[in-house]
């Protein structure tokens, strides 16, 4: 009985540490001086379209709409996620999303930087904690290129 007691107490201890695992938004997110977003770290869990990291490159999103429908839609993909949770939204430039996995148990931020003179949306897509994702940022950037390329068409 006791040891059931302990055994169950030691499940639950482990559950609550990986739930709060990466609650908090980490150092590092937003732009760089030079207006870029900040570069991917050395590990395997980010994707950016502004590094100069091989494993971590990805294609930036391409629209041909104006501007600020592109804006809109991609803030309105954003809000229609369940996934997605808008942290911050800053000149119709920039955006913090804040992904939750399927299991909703680990946190990813997503930062978009609109660049209009090239009709470009740049991310950056991170895991907040572990080394290795097994490719989910890459596989949700797609999958959010591949949406916004859907309803651009749509308009």
Request: with cysteine; aromatic share 8%.
């Amino acid at each position: 009985m006791i040891r059931s007691i302990f055994r169950n107490s030691g499940w639950l201890f482990i559950v609550c540490l990986i739930m709060s695992c990466g609650r908090t938004v980490p150092e590092g997110l937003g732009l760089s001086k030079n207006g870029q977003l900040i570069d991917c770290p050395d590990s395997p869990n980010c994707v950016s379209t502004q590094t100069n990291k091989e494993k971590a490159t990805i294609e930036p999103i391409a629209y041909s709409i104006e501007d600020e429908a592109a804006w809109l839609l991609l803030v309105e993909l954003m809000e229609q996620d369940k996934l997605a949770n808008i942290i911050k939204k800053q000149d119709n430039q920039y955006m913090h999303v804040a992904y939750y996995t399927k299991s909703k148990i680990f946190i990813d931020d997503v930062e978009f930087l609109q660049d209009a003179n090239n009709n470009l949306f740049h991310f950056r897509s991170a895991s907040r904690v572990g080394h290795s994702d097994l490719g989910a940022n890459r596989k949700r950037m797609e999958n959010i290129r591949s949406a916004f390329l859907e309803k651009q068409k749509a308009l």
